[in-house]
């Protein structure tokens, strides 16, 4: 008898822990699945790295070069599984928007080494993010065009939007597989093309 309850006991954990691995392994194949089906839709492709890793995929939308992928980020004491979705966005302009209260908030000792990245705040006033730019002469009244603002309103549970090197990355906390369909993501990818078609109308001027 005493060995019987250890054995149990461990035994449990056995059983929790694979069907633990079991339920993941099958929704990265899920996700896979739905990879593959949108990156058809995009005349791309859709891989991984091994067979138990989280798919990434690649294509074009509208003459746009796009992917989505999964990245994992350091979130104080806990380790984050995001979900990117990446845009070709043909302008100069180079900022990064952080949310407010989210989680991704960066750590106190990260906050020199993000200043000297993305550059310093950016002042927006009532703007739903924080700004960080190296080139801030035009952003404010860029920022607040009202497309722009009403397109950014379907980001708003998102941590990060990078605009930087002829790219837009948005950013955010994975939360299952019902949020990569090939319906989501094409509505995702559709979202990012809105966002960045007003500042690319716009003439940018002092932006280096």
């Given at each position: 008898?005493?060995?019987?309850?250890?054995?149990?006991?461990?035994?449990?954990?056995?059983v929790v822990?694979i069907?633990?691995?079991?339920h993941?392994?099958?929704n990265?194949?899920?996700i896979?699945?739905?990879f593959?089906?949108?990156?058809?839709?995009?005349n791309?492709?859709?891989s991984r790295?091994h067979?138990?890793?989280?798919?990434?995929?690649?294509g074009?939308?509208n003459?746009r070069?796009?992917?989505?992928?999964?990245?994992?980020s350091?979130?104080?004491t806990?380790?984050?599984?995001n979900?990117v979705?990446e845009?070709e966005f043909r302008s100069p302009l180079?900022?990064?928007l952080?949310q407010k209260d989210?989680?991704?908030?960066p750590?106190?000792?990260?906050?020199?080494?993000?200043?000297?990245e993305?550059?310093?705040v950016v002042?927006?006033e009532?703007f739903p993010?924080?700004?960080?730019?190296p080139?801030?002469a035009?952003?404010?009244s860029?920022?607040?065009?009202?497309?722009?603002?009403?397109?950014l309103?379907d980001?708003?549970s998102y941590?990060?939007?990078?605009?930087?090197?002829?790219?837009v990355?948005?950013s955010?906390?994975f939360?299952g597989v019902?949020?990569?369909?090939?319906e989501r993501?094409?509505h995702?990818v559709?979202?990012?093309?809105?966002?960045?078609?007003?500042l690319?109308a716009?003439?940018?001027?002092?932006?280096s």
């Amino acid at each position: 008898m005493i060995n019987f309850i250890p054995l149990t006991f461990f035994g449990l954990i056995a059983v929790v822990a694979i069907a633990f691995f079991m339920h993941g392994f099958l929704n990265r194949q899920k996700i896979f699945a739905f990879f593959k089906e949108f990156a058809q839709k995009l005349n791309g492709e859709s891989s991984r790295d091994h067979v138990a890793a989280y798919p990434w995929l690649k294509g074009t939308w509208n003459g746009r070069s796009v992917k989505v992928f999964f990245h994992t980020s350091e979130n104080h004491t806990v380790s984050v599984l995001n979900l990117v979705a990446e845009l070709e966005f043909r302008s100069p302009l180079r900022f990064v928007l952080l949310q407010k209260d989210g989680f991704r908030k960066p750590k106190p000792e990260q906050l020199q080494k993000l200043e000297e990245e993305v550059g310093p705040v950016v002042e927006v006033e009532g703007f739903p993010f924080d700004v960080r730019s190296p080139d801030s002469a035009s952003l404010p009244s860029l920022l607040n065009k009202a497309e722009f603002r009403q397109a950014l309103s379907d980001f708003s549970s998102y941590n990060q939007i990078l605009f930087w090197d002829g790219r837009v990355m948005a950013s955010r906390q994975f939360d299952g597989v019902p949020e990569v369909t090939p319906e989501r993501l094409s509505h995702l990818v559709e979202a990012l093309s809105r966002l960045v078609r007003p500042l690319e109308a716009e003439a940018v001027v002092g932006v280096s």
